[in-house]
């Protein structure tokens, strides 16, 4: 167990099965682990801060020296400000060292004091990404396994209203083509 803080940032949107397991692997690593989420990203997140927050802090209620918490701006003064000394990023494939390296080496940059740590989550979460979870959710797809259950249910609650609404024009269109009156046949004009 190495002394210290430790920060795991991410966007986490939604959390997958794979960052719950990177979660659990850092927080038997560090001495104390904080989740922090991006609160400012560029991007138009599918959930608010204040959900993601919510579920992280469920699905680690059980990890006693993990925190969960928000930040804005640079992560390396948000990670100063709360004295971490280490960064944890996870790499999955190949694919994604390229963009990790170069983000590492930015924030050695910006803060020479911080040392970034990678770790693997388990090989059948090698394929899982917020992005394609969000991805397949949205158009309907099983997410079963890939997510924790809590997220699970959220994806399902926030996605829902849209396929009963998808699913009340179906119905009313279908009910709109049996009400429809069939052509009066006697009121043809004869040609
Ligand atoms: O889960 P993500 O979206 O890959 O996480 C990326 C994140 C949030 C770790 C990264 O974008 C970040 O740290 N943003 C904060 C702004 C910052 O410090 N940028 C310089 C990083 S080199």
């Given at each position: 167990?190495?002394?210290g ?74 990670a ?73 249910q ?38």
């Open positions: 167990m190495n002394k803080i430790a920060i795991y940032p991410g966007s986490f949107d939604p959390p997958t099965n794979g960052h719950l397991d990177l979660i659990q692997r850092g927080s038997k690593m560090f001495e104390e682990l904080v989740v922090a989420i991006l609160r400012n990203s560029e991007k138009s997140p599918m959930f608010s801060v204040a959900e993601r927050l919510e579920m992280l802090r469920a699905l680690t209620a059980d990890l006693k020296n993990v925190r969960i918490d928000t930040f804005n701006g640079l992560m390396v003064e948000y100063k400000s709360i004295d971490a000394v280490c960064i944890l990023r996870g790499i999955r494939a190949i694919s994604d060292y390229e963009y990790e390296l170069q983000m590492a080496l930015m924030n050695r940059k910006l803060e020479p004091t911080l040392e970034t740590v990678f770790m693997m989550p388990a090989d059948k979460y090698s394929y899982v990404s917020s992005r394609l979870v969000r991805e397949v959710a949205q158009a309907g797809g099983p997410v079963k396994g890939l997510v924790p259950e809590v997220v699970e959220k994806l399902r609650e926030k996605l829902d209203p849209a396929y009963k609404f998808h699913d009340a024009n179906i119905v009313e269109a279908a009910e709109g083509d049996k009400n429809r009156k069939a052509p009066d046949k006697k009121r043809k004009r004869k040609a």
